[in-house]
């Protein structure tokens, strides 16, 4: 149980193009979604907090013009990359938090590997 | 402010050898703390977590990790290293009240494994 998936596993895009990355959980249902970007060899880094029905949560320096996230049920978000450049190649995380399980942890999908030409 | 720290970024052992890597973290109260490991190029596993009671929690693939409430420490540890272990491993910290699920995580420990 408590699995979380994300598609596409990787992505290469021409610089300019909007790529947008799947997030879903697939035996539990997720009010709260997390998204995280983590450079080669290095930490997690929170982008923001997706909320069910609601705007997603953007940490600071995050622009949220450029990293679009949607929300829409309770096992789906999705981080669409607008006008891409090749510095935001990296990987991207996104976890879910169990809905009413009293389960106070988040479930990690295995990521997405943007490439940007 | 919240934190994690990892003192070590980096460590080699032998295989075979025991293994302890550092986390401390500074909280209010005391919060609900995880170990997640990363292979190359894999998502985060998680190895184990510790909520309430008993301050020694056991994970998987052998791992276990103590709670020093005294210290502000949640160290992981495993008693014989096998080559498959070498990854990065994160230490990771939420609040343990309320609805905030936010981790702060450690810059983790990357942990090569001589043969």
């Known amino acids: 149980g408590a699995v979380v998936s994300q598609h596409p596993s990787w992505v290469i895009c021409k610089s300019g193009t909007s790529v947008k990355i799947e997030c879903r959980s697939l035996?539990?249902?997720?009010?709260?979604m997390f998204w995280y970007r983590q450079f080669p060899k290095q930490s997690l880094m929170l982008m923001a907090t997706?909320?069910?029905?609601?705007?997603?949560?953007?940490e600071q320096g995050v622009e949220k013009d450029k990293f679009l996230i949607n929300h829409a049920s309770l096992t789906l978000s999705t981080l669409t990359v607008t006008s891409a450049h090749p510095e935001d190649s990296s990987f991207y995380i996104c976890s879910a938090a169990p809905t009413g399980t009293g389960v106070n942890e988040q479930f990690f999908g295995p990521g997405t590997r943007l490439t940007v030409l | 402010a919240q934190s994690v720290t990892q003192p070590d970024i980096h460590i080699t052992v032998s295989e075979g050898a025991s293994l302890e890597l550092r986390c401390n973290y500074s909280y209010g109260a005391t919060p609900y703390l995880f170990w997640y490991v990363q292979s190359p190029g894999q998502g985060l596993q998680l190895l184990l977590k510790y909520f309430s009671g008993d301050t020694l929690v056991q994970g998987i693939k052998g791992f276990e990790a103590e709670f020093k409430r005294s210290q502000s420490s949640f160290n992981l540890r495993k008693p014989s290293v096998h080559w498959s272990d070498a990854a990065e491993y994160f230490c990771?910290?939420?609040?343990?009240?309320?609805?905030?699920?936010?981790?702060?995580w450690g810059l983790g420990t990357s942990l090569a494994v001589n043969p």
């Open positions: 997706s909320n069910e029905g609601s705007k997603a949560t953007y």
């Open positions: 990771a910290a939420c609040p343990n009240a309320g609805n905030n699920r936010k981790l702060i």
């Open positions: 035996d539990f249902q997720a009010t709260t």
